[in-house]
């Protein structure tokens, strides 16, 4: 589906989505709970129900409500199972490890991007601690034998959710084991809301010690906080000369991108931006420097390892819309200017395709973005709000 934008600016109020990346963490502790779970989450998208899907594959019971999640947990372990992950690479990341933990014999089906996004140091550990795996095609990893307790030690440099994945796995294993993070960590607060939703199952799995705690603790009922990555593109629309106030955000919420708010009023000044723990949020930060004074991001050698190469497509994304910029192995250099109207190549990036959409509120002519689609990977009524709020558009099916 392809997206004509006429230029138009935003007005009103939109509630934020549920939060993806607190609702996979909640969906997997409710999977292997001692008793079921109801989990308030009206809106979903296609990553959470790869997450949900998966644990159905690995013997949860888990039910779509118009109100959210009735989850029963996983009563036996399976021997064999399928886990199709779409597109998603918290589903791949969380569950692999997991997998891993309970002695399934586990084939995981990749889509889009996802085959050629990277596993390795988790991969590496996985096998030394007594897993195997193996590619037995480029759309497919398997992974057989079962981990142990013990000393884990992985890098903290390429991904978070290897972290996260590992402390679900290692609450899963009998005995205590130890979980070592050498160099720097990003996206650290992703690991911190594993934390969180473990410690609301009862679980206490705070680095490095870890220990045995299945089955975890169903609180019974839980409600997912709003989404402050999602809302990021309506607040920054703001910044371009709309008028739109979000709802349902958390200020205290344990997601990294909660700073959002403060970036964004920092761009009145040209600012150096350190997207080491905000990855997500540098498309649509991008599209507001270049509105404002302009912005320097570091620690954006990640952004390369996303749903698209992001240096690549956010660059591409800019330079249509008329805007200077220069990148680096590690850096990234966001010029002033004003927005033209242009074709751009969503890049089937979701967060391209709607950084691209808050830019065309204030381009000066009509901005089409190809395989605008894309936004249902964690948005999928994002084009609805937008409508909603008085943006223009019309849309064309390929």
Known sequence: ?????NPAKLRGEVKAIPSKSQAHRLLICAAFSASPTRLI????????????????????DISRKDWGYEISPVSAFPKNAVLDCGESGSTLRFLLPIVGALGTDATFLLSGRLPQRPLSPLWEEMERMGCRLCRPSPDTLRCAGQLKAGEYRISGSVSSQYISGLLWALSLIPGKSTLEITGKIESAPYIAMTEKALEVFGVKASLPDIFYAYPFQSPGELTVEGDWSNAAFFLAASALGSDISVTGLDDASPQGDRAVKELLAALEEHITID??????????LSVAAAAKRGAVFTNIRRLRLKESDRVASVSQMLSRLGIQTHAEENSFTVYPGTFQGCTIDSAADHRIAMAAAIAATAAQGPVTILGAQCVEKSYPSFWEDYKQLGGRYEQYLR
């Open 275 to 284: 997207a080491g723990d905000i990855p997500d949020l540098v498309p649509i």
């Open 1 to 5: 589906m392809d997206i004509v934008i």
């Open 41 to 60: 989450c009206p809106q979903t998208n296609a990553d959470i129900e790869a997450t949900a899907q998966c644990l159905r594959a690995l013997g949860a």
